[in-house]
């Protein structure tokens, strides 16, 4: 298996509600990553997960919040969120998070925020 | 700082005719550069990747990129534009934060194949 899954594909909620973002991957990475990508905007690095532990948190606003509760498992909890917060959510994953190799990306939740 | 600066925001080309994507890079030690293409409301996919090894480095379908020392360029090739690849393509250097590492995507460039 060399694919990252991310589901839902697609996500519309009010800025009332509370849904999560999963993404899984078997591929043996330690190191997996959600990243925010606007429209026509290169994606934008939320958080690093290494060896399970959250290393980089880029000053995101608390109303997201990241979970990895195993190796292969990462989520993306959201609550109350902004219209603004519409956008593609990415997952990735490397294999070693210490030497900087090519990360697989999965293809995405569009998140609509109404 | 790492950075990378994709010098064309578009490009267009005929399907037949060679694709040039150009990327310029900024790094105070040797870095790790790569290619990724996204097409519309995809994940991105690796192209290729250079890590200090051969500086002309071979991808999937059909594209290359020659890291250039000397001119800090790192610029994408493929000899004969496919419609397949109409997309958009980042330009990204890695580097080392936190006991880990973090992409630096360039802006990125949108390929567009004419019939």
């Known amino acids: 298996d060399t694919e990252v899954t991310q589901t839902p594909k697609h996500l519309v909620m009010g800025m009332t509600n509370k849904k999560s973002l999963k993404c899984e991957q078997h591929m043996g990475h330690r190191a997996m990553y959600w990243y925010k990508q606007k429209a026509k905007k290169p994606p934008e690095l939320m958080f690093v997960y290494s060896y399970e532990k959250l290393s980089i948190n880029e000053s995101v606003p608390s109303r997201f919040s990241p979970e990895c509760p195993n190796s292969s498992l990462l989520n993306l909890h959201l609550h109350a969120l902004q219209p603004e917060d519409s956008a593609l959510y990415l997952c990735a994953s490397s294999q070693d998070p210490g030497q900087g190799g090519g990360y697989t990306f999965g293809s995405g939740t569009r998140l609509t925020v109404v | ?115």
């Open chain 2, 1 to 115: 700082a790492q950075s990378v600066t994709q010098l064309d925001s578009h490009v267009s080309v005929s399907e037949g005719t060679p694709v040039l994507l150009r990327c310029n890079y900024s790094s105070s030690y040797s870095p790790s550069l790569f290619w990724y293409v996204q097409h519309p409301n995809k994940g991105l996919q690796l192209l290729l990747k250079y890590t200090s090894a051969a500086t002309l480095v071979k991808g999937i379908n059909g594209f290359e990129a020659e890291f250039k020392k000397s001119e800090t360029s790192f610029h994408l090739t493929k000899p004969s534009a496919h419609m397949s690849d109409a997309a958009e393509y980042f330009c990204v250097v890695i580097t080392p934060t936190s006991g880990t590492y973090k992409y630096i995507f360039g802006t990125g460039t949108r390929l567009k194949v004419l019939a």
